[in-house]
T-cell receptor, first 117, second 115 residues
Framework: DAGVIQSPRHEVTEMGQEVTLRCKPI?????LFWYRQTMMRGLELLIYFNNNVPIDDSGMPEDRFSAKMPNASFSTLKIQPSEPRDSAVYFCASSFFGAMGYTGELFFGEGSRLTVL | QQQVKQSPQSLIVQKGGIPIINCAYENTAFDYFPWYQQFPGKGPALLIA?????SEKKEGRFTISFNKSAKQFSLHIMDSQPGDSATYFCAASIDRGSTLGRLYFGRGTQLTVWP
């Protein structure tokens, strides 16, 4: 089975440019999470969706960041304009929560390494 | 504010040793405590998890010890191997309500196991 698929795997861009990161969750999963990982701050939750609806975006650092999930099989994280401090590895993860509700296993993609010059 | 505090930041052991990674939390509403393992260039992957109705859970060489009164839990790796060298993250969540599925991660522990 295909896991969580992220693209691009690596992105190098210049300050001020728009960056779009993409994620395809595991089929059948109903929750999707965007994390950012840096040496200084570890794994930070940016935003998460349940059934395509954003539940908590309090981790989104600034208005420069936005995320969408137009359908159950696709999500984007956009940074506009990008800044050098946005350089990090961005992970997408998905999970399934049944009717009874429980924290199931989070399946992470391999990440998108972003470098903003 | 870090909801889950993890220590140590890094750990080096010899092959066969028993590294122990500790985590502490304050929110008594947390009721699910997983550990994730991350290899370089990869995303974290679930290793083992525990709920507060038990004090210990073992899967292979990996054991979680849970102390509800102290609000602490730890990961023990028995007979550690060089292949266990990775970054380990503890996490916690509340398994109900609007925050269902929202994991709070510790800062991670980089484990190196020397041959």
């Amino acid at each position: 089975d295909a896991g969580v698929i992220q693209s691009p795997r690596h992105e190098v861009t210049e300050m001020g440019q728009e960056v779009t990161l993409r994620c395809k969750p595991i089929s059948g999963h109903n929750s999707l999470f965007w994390y950012r990982q840096t040496m200084m701050r570890g794994l930070e939750l940016l935003i998460y969706f349940n059934n395509n609806v954003p539940i908590d975006d309090s981790g989104m650092p600034e208005d420069r960041f936005s995320a969408k999930m137009p359908n159950a099989s696709f999500s984007t994280l956009k940074i506009q304009p990008s800044e050098p401090r946005d350089s990090a590895v961005y992970f997408c993860a998905s999970s399934f929560f049944g009717a009874m509700g429980y924290t199931g296993e989070l399946f992470f993609g391999e990440g998108s390494r972003l470098t903003v010059l | 504010q870090q909801q889950v505090k993890q220590s140590p930041q890094s750990l080096i052991v010899q092959k066969g040793g028993i590294p122990i990674i500790n985590c502490a939390y304050e929110n008594t509403a947390f009721d699910y405590f997983p550990w994730y393992q991350q290899f370089p260039g990869k995303g974290p992957a679930l290793l083992i998890a525990i709920r507060p109705d038990v004090s210990e859970k073992k899967e292979g060489r990996f054991t979680i010890s849970f102390n509800k009164s102290a609000k602490q839990f730890s990961l023990h790796i028995m007979d550690s191997q060089p292949g266990d060298s990775a970054t380990y993250f503890c996490a916690a969540s509340i398994d109900r309500g609007s925050t269902l599925g929202r994991l709070y991660f510790g800062r991670g522990t980089q484990l190196t196991v020397w041959p």
